[in-house]
């Protein structure tokens, strides 16, 4: 099982990116996958999550009416499209898929796969 995240880079506030979660050696239709990030200095958050059993999403209080998260089946990936960012959203993030198909909030050790991480950057 892997998961690999991708799409991160340096962007101004109020500027866009989109995040790429690529999934393999899973069936991304049987699990929730979570948006995580950490911030210098600071405990990893969650950010999103989308349930696998009804595409129900949910966000972190932060990010809501900003971020959006979806995925595409055809080609195993969540995405993270962020608008509107901030410097406050400035991290590194993380997917993660969790171990059943239903998002239950942000618990680590409710997430059993984890991709390597892509650093956001927001400058003011």
């Known amino acids: 099982v892997q998961l690999q995240a991708s799409g991160g880079g340096l962007v101004q506030t109020g500027g866009s990116l989109r995040l790429s979660c690529a999934t393999s050696?899973?069936?991304?239709?049987?699990?929730?996958v979570a948006w995580f990030r950490q911030a210098p200095g600071k405990e990893r958050e969650g950010v999103s999550c989308?349930?696998?059993?009804?595409?129900?999403?949910y966000y972190t209080d932060s990010v809501k009416g900003r971020f959006t998260i979806s995925r595409d089946l055809a080609v195993n990936t969540v995405y993270l499209q962020m608008n509107s960012l901030k410097p406050e959203d400035t991290a590194v993030y993380y997917c993660?898929?969790?171990?059943?198909?239903?998002?239950?909030?942000?618990?680590?050790?409710?997430?059993?796969?984890w991709g390597q991480g892509t650093q956001v950057t927001v400058s003011s």
């Open positions: 050696g899973f069936t991304l239709d049987y699990y929730a």
């Open positions: 989308i349930s696998s059993s009804d595409s129900s999403t």
């Open positions: 993660a898929s969790h171990k059943y198909r239903r998002c239950s909030g942000y618990a680590e050790y409710e997430y059993n796969y």
